[in-house]
């Protein structure tokens, strides 16, 4: 028997912290789970946080396209129940 634990949950919410701006409209088209927030008070950059909840395979796939779009990934994070 198999008593191994999964390190990721089936389903979980991730930050996703990223350099420069991106198009809501683009976002919402991949999911329909993301939440936006913007925070410009921390840096002297552009910073999109992004939230997400999805599977381990949802994350990377979005990771991948916004990858493709030249965006810079600062900062991935699961973030804990409490948190969300």
């Given at each position: 028997?198999?008593?191994?634990?999964?390190?990721?949950?089936?389903?979980?919410?991730?930050?996703?912290?990223?350099?420069g701006?991106?198009?809501e409209?683009?976002?919402?088209?991949?999911?329909?789970?993301?939440e936006?927030?913007?925070?410009?008070?921390?840096?002297?950059?552009?910073?999109?946080?992004?939230?997400?909840?999805?599977?381990?395979?949802?994350?990377?796939?979005?990771?991948?396209s916004?990858?493709?779009?030249?965006m810079?990934?600062?900062?991935?994070?699961?973030?804990?129940?409490?948190?969300?």
């Amino acid at each position: 028997m198999n008593n191994m634990q999964p390190i990721f949950d089936p389903t979980t919410h991730y930050q996703i912290e990223l350099k420069g701006r991106i198009n809501e409209q683009w976002l919402q088209s991949f999911s329909s789970s993301l939440e936006i927030i913007a925070d410009d008070s921390r840096h002297e950059e552009d910073i999109t946080i992004l939230i997400v909840y999805t599977d381990q395979s949802g994350v990377i796939g979005l990771l991948r396209s916004l990858h493709g779009l030249g965006m810079t990934i600062l900062q991935l994070q699961i973030m804990r129940r409490k948190e969300v």
